[in-house]
């Protein structure tokens, strides 16, 4: 039977009520029959402008059975592109058959495996098989790989993992490494946006970028990066400044505190001074902020006979390595965790510094080696 759209039956039945014209006539004229017309009229009498819902408009059911015919539809053809899909594994039923043993929970073994094109006696079968040598391996390596994860603080992703297996003398792929850890949810941690804590709108005078970018020395104290950082606690902020060595990229001096003043950094230097004794000549590269511009810190990098370098103004990548180095920070320890007090965060602050990133976090700029670690092989 010939379906006509909503316009046209509109269209006929005023067609039929203007002139003289019978509506055999206009049925005659529009080439249909005139009893489809008699009853379009009738509908139109009766409903209005609601008498044809055709496309325009569909009925609570129509609507319905046309949604169910397009999720039949789009059913299909997942299906079909599955299968083609999994043509791709014909000679790997082992594949196939993974893929099922995950999902049993979810759906019912028959219908995963009528879906995959494998037998279900076939699928039973391979579970009563021993794991073969390549899944025993892959097994044993999860496991060093979970173990090496955990004690990274759960920081490493797969280059890093690599390179401690590699360094324990373990022949394994890098992508091998990266689609265990995909597989099963391993992942380091993932940065977070923060904010400055610069104020370098001050009267100080100001010191010339001697640094330059050139983020690379070939002995330790030649070059120190200062900077500043905060971590948020239920108490307050906790400040954090910070010496670090571009030579190993190590965290040389530190300081904390609850307001970020001049004295603050001026403890920090004064620990790096402490700790490294570095000879006159030493550049000292920082921000424009106010507490490294000040009288009382100029004057004691003039005590240390150090030189003064300042980034440019709002230029956070003229000091890239410390923003590196307390983007780290945070992404793998601070921001993990809400500190109820200032002293559990000082705590895990002085850990991580001291602990696991001097001492144990594998750096990307040292050929995965520690900055200690560095240091230690290219000692004079």
């Known amino acids: 039977m010939k379906r006509y759209p909503k316009e046209f039956k509109q269209e006929a039945v005023r067609l039929s009520y203007l002139d003289d014209r019978t509506c055999v006539q206009v049925a005659d004229e529009l080439g249909i029959d005139v009893r489809s017309l008699y009853q379009w009229r009738s509908q139109a009498k009766k409903n209005g402008e609601d008498a044809f819902p055709g496309k325009g408009k569909q009925t609570p059911e129509q609507a319905e059975i046309s949604e169910l015919k397009k999720k039949v539809r789009r059913l299909e053809q997942e299906r079909a592109i599955l299968k083609k899909a999994m043509s791709i594994f014909a000679d790997r039923e082992q594949v196939r058959y993974e893929v099922i043993e995950s999902h049993r929970d979810e759906f019912p073994v028959t219908l995963l495996c009528e879906v995959l094109d494998v037998s279900t006696s076939g699928y ?8 073969s040598k390549r899944q025993q391996e892959d097994e044993a390596l999860l496991n060093k790989i979970e173990d090496i994860h955990a004690k990274s603080r759960e920081t490493y992703g797969s280059p890093r993992i690599h390179r401690v297996l590699k360094d324990e003398g373990r022949v394994v792929g890098r992508n091998r490494v990266a689609r265990l850890m995909r597989d099963n949810g391993i992942k380091a941690a993932q940065k977070r946006r923060s904010r400055r804590t610069t104020d370098s709108n001050h009267a100080f005078p100001l010191a010339d970028n001697l640094l330059a970018r050139e983020f690379s020395t070939t002995q330790p104290n030649q070059v120190w990066l200062a900077d500043i950082t905060y971590v948020d606690t239920q108490q307050g902020w906790l400040y954090l400044a910070a010496i670090l060595d571009i ?61 003064c370098s300042m980034s440019r103004k709002g230029n956070c990548w003229d000091n890239a390595p410390m923003e590196s180095f307390f983007g780290t920070l945070k992404t793998e320890s601070l921001h993990r965790r809400v500190f109820a007090t200032r002293d559990e965060a000082r705590q895990e602050i002085f850990e991580y510094i001291e602990v696991f990133y001097n001492r144990q976090r594998k750096h990307s700029a040292l050929d995965f080696a520690s900055p200690s670690e560095f240091e230690m092989a290219n000692a004079a």
Do not use: F
């Open 124 to 131: 039973y079968d391979w579970r009563k098989r021993p794991p």
């Open 247 to 307: 030579y190993s990229r190590k965290i040389v001096g530190w300081a904390m505190d609850e307001t970020m003043g001049r004295k603050l950094c001026i403890n920090a230097l004064q620990m790096a001074v402490l700790n490294r004794e570095p000879d006159e000549g030493l550049l000292h590269h920082s921000d424009r902020g106010c507490q490294y511009a000040s009288g009382d810190y100029q004057e004691l990098l003039k005590d240390y006979g150090m030189t």
